[in-house]
């Protein structure tokens, strides 16, 4: 079988239903139908645009923003037309937040730690280092209040957040050294965007943000020493495998990343009530599906890496993560002492983590060493 190469895939990137009341209760309260009446479906058409932080038709989240706005288009009976442009397509891909905000696009796609600039708390939507995986971070914003407290967040900028995928657990990425103590970190310039970043910078590297599109060609040319992405499918594809010797696990900066579609508040509150369920619909089927894609394709990459390529699998040492725990905590710390939003978040976050941690210690980690038959 022929492999597919880092080239035509670079040039690929520049060319569950849920029943409706249940889903509303989950994702808020929809917003009364203004114009015909809650009950009358009227046939006005609807074209949006979505922009997002990925590149253009990348595979999984991109094919995610694709798959969503042909649903839209199926379940609206053609009444809802969505285009989707990648990073740099329409706006810069970090620009995205405020395109939307903005108006100069009706929704979006990206994570919310790329947002901490503008709203600190946001951090605890996305990503916490040694936080919760993704079924247990989807159960605290689907179930457990949290999805309410990213609602508040955002209504300060005039949007409205839908979880939008899940990348589940990640890797802990590419580097040109080896890491074998805290001293590995002095001077590391690492691609490495949220809570993350902070708790590296504390371990003495140089945190970077640069989106997706960007990382090969900063660590092919020096700009970064090394980098994580996501997991083997994507990495693999990406080819950092080529120009990084060392492939580490586990990713303790981001055990269960979520994603998110953001819409203008406006506009959503001017869709009639059937497509603004039509919306939440679409994005929480689309959250489901971008979690089981890397699952089903991150262990057939993760083999082909070591055993095709010959990448070297290693563990970060376990001095290594107890003291990254440390600055995590002293990270967090300083981020809730110092904005009464992050602070109230992340109570909710925390309580949550522990009732979490107490199952899934009495379920889950005794059944994964008994799992294969």
Not at 85 to 104: C, I, K, Q, S, W
Not at 222 to 230: F, P, Q, S, V
Request: glycine share 12%; charged share 20%.
């Amino acid at each position: 079988m022929k492999k597919p190469g880092r080239k035509k895939f670079l040039q690929a990137l520049a060319a569950g239903t849920i029943a409706l009341p249940f889903l509303i209760r989950l994702g808020g309260k929809p917003q009364a139908q203004t114009a015909s009446g809650p009950g009358i479906i009227s046939g006005k058409k609807y074209k949006w645009r979505m922009v997002t932080t990925w590149p253009p038709n990348f595979p999984v989240l991109g094919e995610g923003c694709n798959l969503m706005a042909q649903w839209i288009h199926e379940m609206s009976a053609g009444r809802m037309e969505i285009k989707v442009y990648g990073g740099g397509e329409l706006v810069p891909a970090l620009e995205t937040f405020d395109a939307v905000r903005n108006g100069a696009a009706e929704m979006g796609s990206g994570a919310a730690y790329y947002w901490t600039g503008k709203a600190p708390a946001a951090s605890f939507f996305a990503a916490v280092p040694f936080g919760m995986n993704a079924q247990q971070l989807n159960a605290w914003l689907l179930s457990g209040g949290g999805l309410q407290l990213w609602e508040e967040l955002y209504a300060e900028f005039g949007l409205v957040p839908i979880p939008g995928g899940n990348t589940g657990v990640q890797m802990g990425g590419w580097f040109n050294r080896e890491i074998t103590s805290m001293a590995s970190f002095q001077g590391l310039k690492m691609r490495m965007p949220g809570l993350g970043g902070r708790v590296l910078e504390k371990a003495g590297g140089t945190p970077v943000l640069l989106s997706g599109g960007e990382i090969f060609t900063g660590l092919e040319r020096g700009i970064i020493d090394a980098t994580e992405w996501i997991g083997p499918y994507h990495d693999y594809l990406m080819g950092f495998h080529q120009i990084a010797k060392y492939y580490y696990s586990p990713g303790w900066h981001e055990p269960g990343s979520e994603l998110e579609i953001i819409v203008n508040k406006k506009q959503m509150d001017e869709l009639p009530a059937d497509l603004q369920a039509i919306v939440r619909t679409a994005a929480l089927r689309m959250n489901q599906w971008i979690l089981s894609e890397f699952e089903a394709k991150n262990s057939i990459y993760l083999e082909k890496l070591i055993r095709e390529e010959g990448v070297q699998l290693r563990q970060f040492p376990q001095e290594v993560l107890d003291q990254l725990k440390v600055y995590t905590k002293e990270v967090i710390q300083e981020l809730t002492d110092s904005n009464p939003r992050a602070k109230k978040v992340y109570e909710s976050y925390a309580a949550f983590q522990q009732r979490a941690a107490l199952w899934a210690r009495s379920s889950e980690k005794v059944f994964y060493d008994e799992m294969l038959i």
